[in-house]
């Protein structure tokens, strides 16, 4: 080959190296639209390359993760454990697998379900921390779950109705708080629901997953172009009528799902099937498949009835939406549990019955017997209250008399510059907070694990000053404020193991007045937050849902200056603040209010009162 062909190769090939995988061959067959014999060597030269291209190897870093073991691959991505060396705690990294590395639709799928899935923010779907690369072939990294899906738990046999309808409750949660964001799964199964420790559900893999709104033409016609196979995208057995038919779809579908999931999980049987997947699909338009009640005669008639309405072939006649779905559940459980403690005091009744019957008290016992009887009992009842309180005086006078334990105060962080507003992780491992770092030229939000020397992980990197970390109660992500020009600030929201901050409001608040604290609703859907209306306004408390909607929940008198530093019970049904009335005085005073928890989150039940 003479030299001045081989430059022209080398040019060609090199620029092609710089673009991700799936736009190579386009790129090359412009570049060489005029020399077909110069396309077919770069191209030559492009499939050595891949060839040589190997998967990750354990012990590999990638960016600051360090890989540890293969967990397993589908059909939409291999899984590796890794490591996070900066905060020395494990996730999971996904990777496109090798053979599809080259298909653009499938590249663009992948990188779809990171993007779908790191907007959403909810306990029971697993989170996606950041999008990494390696040789150019996109990487998630996401929560490393425990457990096993329910693939293999229905293995085992169908399960008990409590845990049917606690499961399905949460994933009903789960699918609900993607609807909300204009977001449907369309690939509900088994294999992609996780349980992990105390039974908590984890929906995993959107890959499939389509926004429903704010769709531009252009980014419509690469859905098209993407979903045109229709029935194609979902596993067989789990999809909906209109999702066979290949038609346009809604929150509805994703139901749909849900109910041949329930289904399988009350019967250990699948409601479609047949001997190949075009019997299936044809099964799943045009058969009405037997009750659960028929199939398993334990099965409760309101569940039946709840799966039923999910499996309707009409999106129509089917749950409009996953909150109804999740309300029907809720109520069965709760008749559920009326229903067992009701047998369980039948049951004490009658043991007590049978223990005074077989003691010699009987209803024909004489009125003197009875009398004596009765005075045994009380004089026993007596002699044992003494005793506990007795027994209760000693042990709280040894409690007084036992000296306090030394406390001692040790320095958690010893950098330069000037560090605030420390938060604890809900495990207490780790402490977020502010700092406006060695250069001491702006706050940014760090964590740094208790107990450890090295240094912390910043999170933040943006040009504002952030404040007011707030962990959210499963401890995966971090609220902060963030403060902007022209008295306004942000409300955000980041991973803890760090990744895209994500801004849920922007709200009015003067630099010279306290900052808004942060506080989270325990089922981490919402904060309470201090905004107002206006710049003459006092600080209102506000519950802000991590989707944006915002409502009021205090008024303070117009000449105060407000409401801060709001704190939710654990239970979400009192909330505690702050309130300042007097301007020249920099002090407030203690206020709670009783909160009720609708269908529309968290409200106020009666008056503010001053404690």
């Not at 699918?175 to 449907?184: F, P, R, S, T, V």
């Not at 334990?298 to 939406?321: G, M, N």
């Not at 902060?480 to 409300?491: E, G, I, L, Q, Y």
Request: a negative charge; one cysteine or more.
């Amino acid at each position: 080959m003479i030299p001045e062909r081989w430059q022209q190769i080398r040019v060609v090939l090199q620029d092609a190296l710089e673009l991700p995988p799936h736009q190579r061959s386009g790129f090359v067959a412009k570049a060489c639209s005029d020399d077909p014999a110069l396309r077919q060597e770069v191209e030559s030269f492009l499939a050595l390359e891949d060839e040589v291209r190997f998967p990750p190897t354990i012990g590999e870093t990638i960016s600051h993760y360090r890989i540890v073991a293969e967990l397993g691959s589908g059909g939409m991505g291999v899984v590796y454990k890794a490591e996070d060396v900066r905060l020395q705690r494990f996730v999971a990294l996904k990777f496109l697998p090798e053979n599809l590395c080259k298909d653009r639709k499938a590249v663009q799928r992948f990188e779809r379900e990171a993007r779908s899935a790191s907007s959403l923010n909810h306990p029971n779907i697993c989170t996606i921390y950041e999008v990494e690369e390696h040789e150019t072939q996109p990487v998630i990294v996401m929560e490393l779950l425990h457990g096993e899906n329910l693939k293999h738990r229905i293995r085992k046999g169908p399960l008990p109705t409590d845990e049917v309808i606690d499961l399905g409750t949460q994933i009903a949660d789960a699918l609900e708080a993607a609807h909300i964001k204009g977001i449907i799964h369309r690939d509900i199964k088994p294999a992609n629901i996780f349980v992990v420790g105390q039974n908590r559900v984890k929906v995993l893999d959107f890959g499939l997953a389509k926004a429903l709104s704010n769709v531009g033409a252009e980014d419509q016609r690469e859905e098209e172009s993407l979903t045109m196979e229709g029935a194609v995208l979902g596993t067989s057995s789990y999809m909906s009528p209109e999702q066979v038919r290949g038609e346009d779809l809604d929150g509805r579908s994703d139901l749909f799902s849900l109910g041949v999931v329930l289904y399988e999980l009350t019967t250990g049987k699948r409601p479609f099937v047949g001997k190949n997947r075009i019997t299936i699909l044809d099964a799943i338009l045009h058969v009405r498949p037997e009750s659960p009640t028929a199939v398993n005669p334990s099965v409760p008639k309101e569940l039946d009835t709840i799966i039923s309405k999910a499996l309707e072939k009409s999106p129509d006649l089917r749950y409009q939406h996953a909150s109804e779905l999740r309300s029907d559940l809720q109520q069965l459980k709760r008749k559920t549990e009326s229903s067992s403690k009701r047998f369980q005091s039948a049951s004490d009744l009658a043991f007590a019955r049978e223990a005074l019957s077989d003691s010699g008290i009987r209803s024909t016992a004489t009125p003197v017997r009875r009398r004596k009887w009765w005075y045994a009992i009380i004089t026993i009842a007596i002699l044992i209250l003494g005793g506990v309180v007795g027994s209760t005086l000693w042990f709280l006078r040894v409690a007084h008399n036992t000296p306090e334990p030394n406390l001692t105060a040790v320095p958690l962080t010893t950098y330069l510059g000037f560090q605030s507003n420390p938060s604890f992780s809900p495990d207490g491992n780790q402490v977020a907070f502010a700092w406006n770092g060695d250069k001491q030229d702006n706050f940014d939000i760090y964590v740094k694990l208790i107990g450890t020397s090295g240094p912390p992980l910043r999170l933040t990197t943006d040009p504002f000053p952030d404040y007011d970390p707030a962990w959210s109660p499963d401890g995966r992500f971090i609220a902060f404020v963030s403060c902007r020009p022209r008295n306004k600030s942000a409300v955000m929201i980041i991973p803890a193991l760090g990744g895209p901050e994500r801004k849920i409001a922007e709200i009015s608040t003067p630099g010279e007045e306290p900052g808004p604290h942060l506080a989270w609703s325990p089922d981490g859907n919402s904060l309470v937050i201090s905004d107002r209306d206006s710049l003459t306004d006092p600080l209102s408390l506000f519950l802000l849902s991590i989707t944006g909607e915002k409502r009021r929940l205090t008024f303070p008198p117009a000449s105060s200056i407000g409401d801060t530093s709001p704190a939710l019970s654990p239970d979400g049904h009192t909330l505690a603040f702050s309130r300042r009335v007097d301007p020249d005085i920099n002090l407030g005073d203690l206020y709670t209010l009783n909160l009720v928890a609708t269908s529309e989150g968290l409200k106020p039940a009666g008056q503010v009162k001053r404690i």
